[in-house]
């Protein structure tokens, strides 16, 4: 499938950090409403036709998830949800302005990740893609070593935030200490970037001790950025994120984890 300009064009607009990941979703209906409303919200006040919502699918989540015009328009034409429909010539759909706008994005509670930090997270493996393919025979780097994105990210965070230490170790808990790749201070947010090579190395190192991070009084957020370029984890990537995240509590300490793997 070759997405169309207008496609792409919607696609870069949606803040997708902020949406429900579609691989997660199990509906194609509700899959399609959350790219509606995450349209609307970029702005967009046009209705979309299912040819666009299914190459819009098939950019953000890959072939698997985008179905079919038909599907997509069947589906959308039973949901249950609030849509606005158009049946002129054709069939198109939007998400209802009102309810669009009383979406929160951006979560700024404590515990949840800093939506500029997600974001970073969703468009890193651009970035990577950038350093490997540059002009007149410049040095590249090598990705494949897991310092060397490390790096990349550290400086990109530093850029972004006034008070980041990194490799910052915790105090000892159950007679060992643990080093944590990045704190973010301005947020109160804890960083570990792994770099993905096979199935079976990955799953020990997901094992979050999140009683580690508890003695830190400076993390309230871990987010786990798993760099996955090779596509090992894409088939589970979702499940995996589930499992994972979510709230934990530690020595009466409340830590929020988020896993990301990207891209997928």
């Not at 400076?218 to 088939?235: A, K």
């Amino acid at each position: 499938m070759k997405p169309s300009d207008t496609a792409r064009q919607i696609h870069r607009k949606i803040d997708w950090a902020s949406l429900q990941d579609l691989r997660g979703i199990d509906g194609v209906g509700e899959c399609a409403a959350e790219v509606l409303k995450g349209i609307r919200h970029a702005g967009i006040d046009d209705f979309i036709s299912p040819a666009i919502l299914q190459q819009i699918c098939f950019i953000q989540a890959g072939k698997k998830y985008c179905s079919t015009p038909y599907k997509i328009s069947k589906s959308l034409q039973e949901f249950n949800g609030a849509l606005e429909r158009s049946f002129d010539q054709s069939r198109k759909y939007r998400f209802p302005k009102s309810i669009a706008s009383e979406v929160t994005f951006n979560k700024t509670q404590p515990g949840y990740p800093d939506a500029l930090l997600i974001n970073i997270c969703e468009r890193f493996h651009r970035a990577v893609v950038h350093l490997t393919h540059r002009r007149k025979g410049r040095s590249i780097i090598d990705f494949s070593d897991e310092y060397d994105v490390q790096d990349v990210f550290g400086t990109v965070i530093k850029c972004s935030y006034q008070n980041v230490q990194d490799e910052v170790w915790t105090p000892p808990y159950a007679g060992r200490s643990a080093r944590i790749d990045f704190v973010i201070e301005d947020i109160k947010t804890a960083v570990e970037i792994k770099r993905v090579r096979s199935q079976q190395e990955i799953d020990s190192e997901l094992i979050i001790d999140t009683a580690h991070y508890a003695q830190n009084k400076n993390v309230e957020t871990l987010v786990c950025f798993v760099y996955d370029p090779d596509g090992v984890l894409r088939r589970d990537a979702s499940q995996i994120e589930k499992d994972l995240s979510g709230l934990k509590i530690q020595n009466n300490r409340q830590i929020n984890v988020t896993v990301l793997i990207r891209p997928k």
